[in-house]
């Protein structure tokens, strides 16, 4: 039976792991979810669709620095961005002063879909709720830091690269450059995510170009933190290199760092040693 992970992505567990998972969220889900809002705004492209997003304040006035969650792949049925709700992820961002939020990204959750894998109608809609947080008074100048896992990570590295007011990226466990993607894939989860983006495009190379942070890498103005394992089966860390190379060379400032005794999953404690001084550093808190 599947269930998702502290990066918003499917996994399979064993009945005792899913039993202790269940009652911590039993114990915990009430006031978890109870502080953070459930929100809703039409999607920009969509007449009648809708994009949900989840949010939680700190409890000094605002307006506050935004963290911004974007979860990845999830198999039906889906949690979206409500995962990082009932983790408590949005309760310690808030506790820390930081406006915190989570979407759910289309096709997820409860946002309409369809799921268009990183696509145009998936960016617009996280945009046009930074852009919903932006015009409610909720953002503190330009401090909005976007964190992303698989899926996540692209979105949030092309929403940056077409949105120079974003203050950071946090890219964790990502694809930058479809089409090698596509043309290598190095395993059977590899190949299965390959056909999943066919599904969701029209599987042309302009499609997948489109889709590749790698081709952008001169408009990404954003501090930048791009993070994978070097045993990643579903993602090549060589890709994690280049994109920082590349933002680099074009003036911008970007760290890879490659976990050695890693694969996809990162785990949470070893990876927030690095984020939480990036976010720090990055909105100046």
């Not at 045993?231 to 920082?244: E, G, N, S, V, Y």
């Not at 933002?247 to 690095?274: C, L, M, T, W």
Request: charged share 20%.
């Amino acid at each position: 039976m599947p269930f998702r992970n502290e990066q918003g992505e499917t996994m399979k567990s064993s009945l005792p792991v899913m039993l202790l998972m269940l009652l911590g969220l039993i114990a915990c889900s009430g006031n978890q979810i109870a502080r953070a809002q459930t929100l809703t705004i039409p999607h920009p492209d969509a007449p009648g669709k809708t994009v949900e997003y989840f949010l939680e304040k700190p409890k000094i006035g605002g307006p506050w620095p935004v963290v911004v969650f974007l979860h990845g792949h999830q198999d039906w049925p889906s949690a979206g961005g409500k995962d990082y709700v009932k983790w408590g992820v949005l309760d310690q961002f808030a506790d820390r002063g930081y406006l915190a939020v989570s979407i759910s990204q289309p096709g997820y959750g409860n946002s309409a879909g369809p799921a268009d894998f990183c696509g145009p109608f998936t960016q617009h809609a996280v945009a046009a709720v930074i852009a919903k947080l932006r015009a409610e008074g909720y953002v503190k100048g330009n401090d909005v830091v976007i964190q992303g896992v698989s899926r996540g990570a692209l979105v949030a590295g092309l929403l940056a690269a077409h949105d120079p007011s974003i203050r950071g990226v946090v890219l964790i466990s990502g694809v930058y450059d479809l089409l090698e993607y596509a043309q290598h894939p190095k395993s059977a989860m590899a190949k299965s995510i390959v056909d999943d983006m066919k599904k969701e495009t029209n599987g042309t190379d302009e499609a997948l170009k489109e889709r590749s942070l790698l081709f952008y890498t001169q408009s990404v103005k954003a501090a930048t933190l791009i993070l994978n394992g070097a045993k990643d089966d579903r993602t090549d860390p060589d890709q994690a290199r280049r994109l920082a190379d590349m933002i680099n060379s074009n003036g911008g400032h970007a760290r890879a760092i490659i976990y050695p005794d890693y694969g996809h999953q990162i785990p949470v404690e070893v990876r927030n040693k690095d984020i939480d001084t990036f976010i720090e550093q990055s909105l100046k808190q």
